[in-house]
């Protein structure tokens, strides 16, 4: 296997890498992108096959507007679940672009900003009340670590966490608690993958892989764990390092809507109850784009060739 682009941590990890996924167990073997940021959503679809589902319900938090997130393919393979975000306006963007699927049930959106001392009541109060979902995702940059350590209301079967790549495995690291934490997009934030592998471990979880580039790790409860998993299961043998620009290409367009329970014959007002509604839309959208901030960083994007 060829790794393209820039990788960072060094090439020990590379020949890590190619000799784990030499096992046809290995999870990077299976990854792909459809709506997740890199290659989670065939990890995940990969870790369900193996040890299968109960109630397909999840729970994901710090999903921005919904469209690039662990979850969102869920939805299209029949799944329910709650989105918390922190933002008033993803949240107003989610549930004008997932619309069908908010309006008929499938998917809850809370707007609140999480921290270790509310994160119980909030999937109390909004969860669908399953005890044990299928799923929990956690990518909140920065106080990841503390919120899971502090979810006792639920006990998921699998979870997703997001950890810092930049620090080795060996090393056990995660940045001080602050209710307050925002990321500045340095490398404050979040916690090593030892330290996720021992609190995984404290919570009742075995580590089963990382994705490719370095940024998510999977657990699944240590009594569902088979045959069909590697055996190992610490943080030095199945670390990858933040793999900044390795791109994991999705194939067709880029996502502007959620596609899931649309019904026919009503293109774009699935979305909107009416063309006034939409174009009311596209005005606020448009300038909110105007902004000076916001069209600074389009520039940047368009200029970088992001637009």
């Not at 329910?80 to 699927?101: D, R």
């Amino acid at each position: 296997m060829r790794l393209e682009g820039v990788v960072w941590g060094g090439y020990c990890w590379d020949r890590l890498l190619e000799e784990r996924i030499k096992d046809s167990r290995s999870l990077e073997n299976f990854g792909y992108k459809v709506y997740s940021q890199n290659d989670e959503d065939g990890i995940i679809r990969e870790i369900f096959c193996r040890i299968g589902t109960t109630n397909k319900e999840f729970i994901e938090f710090g999903v921005q507007d919904g469209l690039e997130c662990n979850s969102h393919y869920l939805l299209h393979l029949g799944w329910k679940g709650l989105w918390i975000e922190g933002s008033k306006k993803y949240c107003h963007i989610m549930n004008i672009k997932f619309k069908p699927v908010v309006s008929n049930g499938r998917l809850r959106i809370c707007n609140a900003f999480i921290t270790r001392d509310n994160i119980n009541q909030l999937i109390e109060e909004n969860s669908f009340k399953s005890k044990e979902p299928d799923f929990l995702s956690i990518d909140i940059d920065g106080n990841d670590w503390y919120v899971w350590e502090a979810i006792n209301c639920i006990k998921p079967r699998v979870v997703c966490i997001e950890y810092n790549g930049k620090f080795p495995p060996d090393y056990y690291w995660k940045q001080a608690y602050n209710a307050n934490h925002s990321w500045d997009g340095s490398d404050w934030q979040g916690a090593s993958l030892k330290a996720m592998e021992l609190l995984g471990e404290k919570k009742g979880y075995q580590l089963v892989g990382t994705n490719i580039n370095g940024v998510n790790a999977f657990f699944v409860r240590k009594e569902l764990i088979n045959s069909t998993f590697l055996t190992l299961k610490t943080a030095e043998e199945l670390y990858n390092p933040n793999r900044k620009e390795l791109k994991f290409y999705a194939t067709g367009h880029k996502a502007k809507y959620g596609l899931i329970d649309q019904e026919e014959n009503k293109g774009i007002l699935n979305y909107y109850n009416s063309m006034k509604e939409l174009k009311q839309e596209k005005w606020k959208e448009k300038i909110e784009r105007m902004k000076p901030s916001n069209f600074k960083q389009r520039i940047v994007r368009i200029m970088r060739g992001g637009e």
